[in-house]
């Protein structure tokens, strides 16, 4: 840590052995802490050369173990997130529904709307983020993107107004809704612990998590990153998640993979995955990042490139060694 900024290092690792390949993103992040409208929320810094961010996904061969590809993760990372939040959708949400809030204006929350609409049927969609200008940048941006209409509103309570979705994908360190504002037959898609309000549990008869790291226990540690210390106005990001984690009730929680599974009980099909009724209100919580992910879109991404002609060949050998270690 220099000053006002926090370094943090976070990788994450996974294999997809249909297609013979490892995959470990590596980022590297300067972290300030600032308030904005009342909440105290993240900026991250491109302090690389050239006002750059280092982050990336290295490929890995099952076969031999060499390098094959190194890529740049911020696409494929947005969308990855952003298609995760969607699998929610599809999963929990009700069946045709057409109308979806967004809380947040960044690229997560793009990529959380793009691939929603790719799995519901959007008609209306309305989104709020605490600087005028990035809502209303959003608001034309998606409404171009998608071909439907995206509205900017004053306040974030009006996200939920008559809205069936609602996404969050903030840099806010504290919870961005109330439970006050839940409607019957809502289904929340948040991105990280630190939005959600833990008092929406109680009204929520179905919440899933995209993974229980470590077999699920209450005690662990849910964002392990090298370089945090306290942070200027308190502690950092990912010191904050793993304190509200360790609160948390793992174990009643559902994974994804089991509803894609269909090992957990009591699904009914008349109202889809994991919904009981069109008046339940349904929760999604994307709290944590999967390898398997990197290495099955970068094995995609690789053999498009080869096939293409991009990209840049270096040789294997800077990156072998004759000694194990």
């Known amino acids: 840590r220099s000053g006002d900024t926090t370094y943090r290092l976070k990788t994450i690792t996974g294999g997809y052995p249909a297609c013979g390949m490892m995959a470990v993103r590596i980022s590297t992040h300067f972290d300030t802490q600032t308030q904005l409208d009342g909440m105290l929320r993240r900026v991250k810094l491109p302090l690389a050369p050239g006002w750059q961010f280092m982050s990336m996904v290295v490929l890995l061969s099952l076969e031999t173990g060499e390098v094959l590809g190194m890529l740049p993760d911020s696409h494929i990372q947005k969308m990855r997130v952003g298609g995760t939040t969607a699998l929610g959708v599809k999963l929990l949400a009700r069946p045709g529904v057409d109308t979806a809030g967004v809380l947040g204006s960044g690229a997560q929350a793009e990529a959380a709307l793009e691939c929603t609409a790719a799995v519901a049927p959007l008609k209306r969609v309305k989104i709020f983020s605490p600087t005028r200008e990035n809502r209303e940048r959003y608001a034309r941006t998606m409404s171009e993107r998608l071909g439907i209409s995206v509205t900017a509103v004053d306040t974030p309570e009006k996200v939920f107004d008559g809205a069936g979705i609602v996404l969050a994908a903030t840099s806010s360190y504290e919870p961005v809704y109330r439970r006050e504002w839940l409607q019957p037959g809502m289904h929340l898609g948040i991105g990280t612990l630190l939005e ?107 053999a498009n490139a080869r096939r293409m002609g991009l990209g840049v060949e270096l040789p294997g050998d800077y990156f072998l060694q004759k000694e194990h270690t």
């Open 196 to 302: 959600d309000d833990a008092l929406t549990f109680a009204a929520s008869r179905f919440i899933a998590v995209s993974i229980k790291p470590f077999g699920g226990s209450s005690d662990f540690v849910q964002n392990y990153v090298a370089g945090e210390k306290k942070g200027p106005t308190g502690l950092t990001f990912g010191q904050l998640i793993n304190r509200k984690a360790k609160a948390f009730d793992w174990d009643s929680m559902v994974e994804l993979g089991e509803l894609l599974s269909g090992r957990e009980k009591g699904m009914g099909k008349e109202t889809g995955l994991g919904r009981q009724s069109a008046e339940e209100i349904t929760h999604h919580i994307n709290n944590n990042g999967c390898g398997m992910q990197f290495a099955a879109a970068g094995a995609r991404i690789l």
